[in-house]
Structures are given as structure tokens and as C-alpha cells.
């Protein structure tokens, strides 16, 4: 669950703060084969060309300018997380399998996959004719490599399922055995973090290689700045034939959004990754603009340090819950593209439970009667800290500041910079904040793993939330089939997190990418990355 951009993969800015509004995937575990949905990547690209800005016939060639709110400051995929670094990483390395536009897992680097009746056996056909980006080809012993190495270094998004073996049958085949099944797996192999690359990182030292990495992605590196921009070119070997249609794409470091938007007007960069809710009518509207949307696996909330004295008590965190008016926090700041959040996971994930979930909603008098119930009735001075740069979350914090000052919480809202934001968050330096979990792949696991396990990369989204029960449950959802069974584990976790508010899910946001008129075939995914390699300018 996690790449975000203000904060990890999972995404400060509203426009990471993607949430996918409207995607159930396919079943995974009990797939035998890749569905008929999944017949070849290729052709499904293709089909989802109906969430371009434009339709024209592609014109190869040009240069596509896209601003972004943070630079990319690491290419290791196995050891990163954040959106920055993330949807860089994303169009130099893929994995065997991906996701669409709708979520659903489709056949990758992979022309086929084949999963065993009990779960354990997994088995992928390369396709014929892969290259990496320097002319060498793709066997499934690099895969092999890729996966080990993502086993040895574990990571922000560490393969989680209790592998047993990895072994290339051949130089196209690659089995993959589990100790135990492990329901996510599939999916999770869809991550960013999953990618392949040379076996033995081409006979080149770790850190050299990282500096101008090679993949099987549509782009290569060219130029790269990691305190500022980054420019890509076209790989020459990309197995798509004719992809990518830009032979150049560059990563443009701008750090606030009103910038972003000046220089989308004036057709100085030709898309903006984070585009402002507020701002999306302004460009929906413009003479030369447009906005290009899908829902998104983001769910935007208020975080909790639980060490901090006054966010251990689960009673003052219920009191702040239920001070927030989330449906008027909603329609105040989303204009219409988002949902009010009840459950901890975007409606675009399977087993949600946003509809039946009975999540504290807004109603001060029981606020006050919380907070009566803690061990600071009489209130206390609080700080917030919000990334600066973006109005949509400035905004936020001055509501739910309000709020606080209803009940008696005396909130200070702390502004900075988003790599100090960033900084102050890893090492649990706040008390309460605002950022978005995001799901990296399509399946409930994704999210709940990453905000409920005290044990993990992030200890609970650096919340340190811990409750045994909400562990086992963690668990035992990982195991269970998809189906009945599984929505009922995670419908009793997802009650439990939402009586105990470590955090507060405020809502789900569309993913909202401003783009020149101009563009064709911009298709934005649920996880806010956008698949380069279809883009074109009309001439």
C-alpha cells in the first residue's frame, strides 16, 4: 500500500494522492492461467486509449515535458518506495506481470503465467524476442537474479510470501515455489519493485549500475540530476514494436503547484503529474488544457504518532474523529472528484467494506465526551505537520485545525518542505500528519499490510500502531482464499481500525493528471503512474 507523493509510494500531492474509484481485480489465487482479459499486454494498452486527452494517430518523435513535484533521487527499485522515485523506476524496469488501467493484472515481460491448485506453484513462459535496453537478451535466469536479490534486500515493498525456490527451467520459463500459499503473491508481482534486470546487474558494480540502470522499460536515462531533473530517451529494443512514441521524456522538477500550473498554460512542460483538485476546472476549462482523471488506490488521511503521549490514548484520537467533518471536509476541497472515506481502503480495492464499515462521523458533542473519557479532559497543545506546496493539504489542516479547537485541542499547523516533511515522518519526528496511503497493486493486502503491521518497513505508516488482534487478522487474511472468507477477515480488521483511529481516513481522491490539448493517449493508472510508452503530441 504505499507509494504516495508527498510521503511514500505511496503520494503527498493530491494528484498521487490517486485513489482508484472504480476497479474490482480479477480473482488471483485461483487463476490457473492469465484470464482472456489478459491475452496479451500489448493489445490491452491499446484498448485503453479511451482515457486520452485526444484520439489521434500517433506521431512518433518529440520531447514530452512533465512537471512533477519532487525529483528522483534514487533508481534502486528494490529499495524505494515514494512516488518521486517510483514512477521513474517504473519506466526502466517491469515486472513479469502488471495492472492496467482498471486494475485488473495483465501478462507482462510474461506471455503466460500458470498458477497450481493448492497456490504454491507458480510458472511464467517469457515472450519471445526480449531485449534489455542495451541490445543483450532477457532469460528467465535475469529473473531469477532480480527476484533473489529483491528477497536479499527485502525493502519498503519486500517480497512478502514465504518463497521456497526460484528456479529458471529454461531460458524462457521461470517457476517460482511458495512455502505456503500466500493469496496477495500474484498481484504483489505486479509492483514497480518486482522488475527485472541483468542478471548479475550486467557484470557492472551495484552502485555503477544504479547510476544509468538497464531494463526492459520503454525509456532509458540520458541526463539525471538527482536534486533536480531527469530526462529519458526511447530504448531502442522496447519489446512493444513501434513504443515508445516520444524519443525523449523529462522528468521536470516543479515544486509548487500554482508554478505547474503557469507553466502548463504557457506550454512550457506538457503535463502535470500532481494537479491541485482545486485547480482541475481551470484546466479542464482552458483554451489549450485539459484534465485527464481515473480513480485511484489513494485514500487521503490524518496520521497519528501513537508514542506521542497525547496520540497513545486511543480516546483522544476518537475525540478528533469524531470533530472532523469528513463529508464537508470532502465537498469543500475535492470538487467533486473524490469519495468520503470510512474505510481505511480506496473503494477501488476489493473487500473495502467503505459502505458497511461504521466509522466515527462527525458529531461534537460525542467528541467532547471522548475527550472527557482521556487523560487530558481539560485539552492540550498539539502540532500538524503538513508538506508545504500544496493548497489542497494546507487547506485540510486549517479544517481540521477548527476542529481541534472545538474539543479544546490547540493544533499548530507546521509547514515544511517536502524532503524535510519526508525526513521528519521516517524518523517518527511528529505528532500527527497529513499524507495518503496508497496501494501499489490491486489487492486489500496491499494497504493493510503496510498500515497495520507494527513489524513492517513502516511500522504501521510510522503510526507504531499495534494491536494483536489486527495482527492476526493481517495474517490470516494473507492466507485465506479470495471470496467470502476473506471479505469477512477483513471486514472485522477494518472495524477494529476504524474504532481505533490510529489514523483517520478523510477521503478518496481522483487521480488527476493536467495535460496540454495536444496529448493523445495519456493513460494515467490507478497507482497515479502514467504508461509513457503510449503518449504522443499531435503535430
Known amino acids: 500500500m504505499k507509494r504516495f507523493q508527498s510521503s511514500v509510494r505511496k503520494s503527498i500531492w493530491a494528484g498521487t494522492l490517486a485513489v482508484l474509484l472504480l476497479v474490482l481485480i480479477a480473482g488471483c489465487a485461483g487463476n490457473k492461467n492469465a484470464p482472456a482479459a489478459n491475452k496479451d499486454a500489448q493489445q490491452n494498452a491499446n484498448q485503453e ?58 501478462d507482462w515481460l510474461a506471455k503466460s503465467h500458470n498458477i497450481s ?37 527485502g525493502g519498503p515493498l519486500a517480497i512478502a510470501a514465504k518463497v521456497d525456490t526460484i528456479k529458471a527451467e529454461d531460458n524462457h520459463t521461470l517457476v517460482i515455489t511458495l512455502k505456503e500459499s500466500y493469496t496477495p503473491f500474484i498481484s504483489e508481482l505486479s509492483n514497480f519493485s518486482n522488475g527485472i534486470l541483468p ?117 483522544v484520537r476518537r475525540a478528533l474523529a469524531l470533530a472532523i467533518d469528513r463529508e464537508g471536509l470532502t465537498k469543500a476541497l475535492t470538487f467533486g472528484y473524490a469519495q468520503t472515506a470510512n474505510s481505511l481502503l480506496p473503494t477501488a480495492i476489493p473487500y473495502h467494506s467503505n459502505d458497511t464499515i461504521k466509522a466515527l462521523n462527525f458529531d461534537l458533542n460525542a467528541a467532547k465526551e471522548e475527550l472527557a473519557k482521556s487523560a487530558f479532559p481539560d485539552g492540550f497543545s498539539t502540532k500538524l505537520l503538513v508538506a508545504s506546496g500544496n493548497s489542497t493539504r494546507a487547506q485540510e489542516a486549517q479544517i481540521i485545525q477548527a476542529a481541534g479547537k472545538e474539543i479544546g485541542i490547540n493544533i499548530e499547523i507546521e509547514s515544511i518542505e517536502l524532503a524535510t516533511f519526508r525526513e521528519r515522518f521516517f524518523a517518527y519526528d511528529f505528532s500527527a500528519m497529513l499524507n495518503s496511503g496508497q496501494a501499489d497493486s490491486p489487492d486489500a493486502n496491499s494497504i493493510i499490510a503496510f498500515q497495520t503491521d507494527p513489524e513492517g518497513f513502516s511500522k504501521s505508516y510510522w503510526t507504531h500502531y499495534t494491536n494483536e488482534k489486527v495482527t492476526k487478522l493481517l495474517h490470516e487474511g494473507q492466507k485465506t482464499p479470495d471470496g467470502d472468507g476473506r471479505a469477512k477477515v477483513y471486514s472485522d480488521l477494518l472495524q477494529i481500525v476504524a474504532d481505533e483511529v490510529p489514523y483517520i481516513p478523510l477521503y478518496y481522491p481522483d487521480i488527476l493528471k493536467g495535460v496540454r490539448s495536444s496529448v493523445d493517449s495519456f493513460v494515467v493508472l490507478p497507482n497515479g503512474s502514467v504508461r509513457f510508452e503510449e503518449v504522443h503530441v499531435k503535430q
Open 49 to 106: 486509449k479511451n482515457q486520452s486527452a485526444n484520439t489521434g494517430e500517433p506521431a512518433a518523435g518529440g520531447t514530452f515535458v512533465y512537471g512533477r513535484p519532487a525529483s528522483v533521487n534514487s533508481l534502486d527499485l528494490h529499495n524505494q518506495i515514494t512516488a518521486n522515485n517510483a514512477f521513474a523506476i517504473d519506466k526502466i524496469f517491469e515486472p513479469l506481470v502488471a495492472f492496467d488501467s482498471k486494475g485488473e493484472i495483465v
Open 117 to 153: 491448485d493448492d497456490g504454491l506453484a507458480y510458472t511464467f513462459v517469457l515472450r519471445d524476442g526480449l531485449k534489455f535496453s542495451n541490445g543483450t537478451d532477457v532469460t528467465a535466469e535475469d529473473a531469477v537474479f532480480s527476484l533473489q536479490r529483491h528477497l536479499t534486500v
Open 199 to 315: 542478471n548479475n546487474f550486467g557484470g557492472v558494480s551495484e552502485e555503477e549500475f544504479f547510476k544509468k540502470p538497464v531494463g526492459t522499460g520503454p525509456f532509458v536515462v540520458e541526463q539525471w540530476d538527482p536534486a533536480g531533473d531527469l530526462t529519458f530517451a526511447k530504448n531502442p529494443y522496447y519489446w512493444q514494436e513501434g513504443k515508445p512514441y516520444m524519443d525523449k521524456l523529462v522528468y521536470k522538477l516543479i515544486e509548487d503547484d500554482s508554478q505547474a500550473i503557469n507553466q502548463l498554460k504557457a506550454g512550457e512542460i506538457d503535463g502535470i503529474e500532481s494537479l491541485a483538485l482545486q485547480n482541475a476546472e481551470e484546466i479542464k476549462n482552458g483554451a489549450d488544457t485539459t484534465v485527464v482523471t481515473n480513480g485511484s488506490w489513494v485514500t487521503e488521511q490524518l496520521f497519528f504518532n501513537t508514542l506521542d503521549p497525547h496520540f497513545s490514548d486511543v480516546h
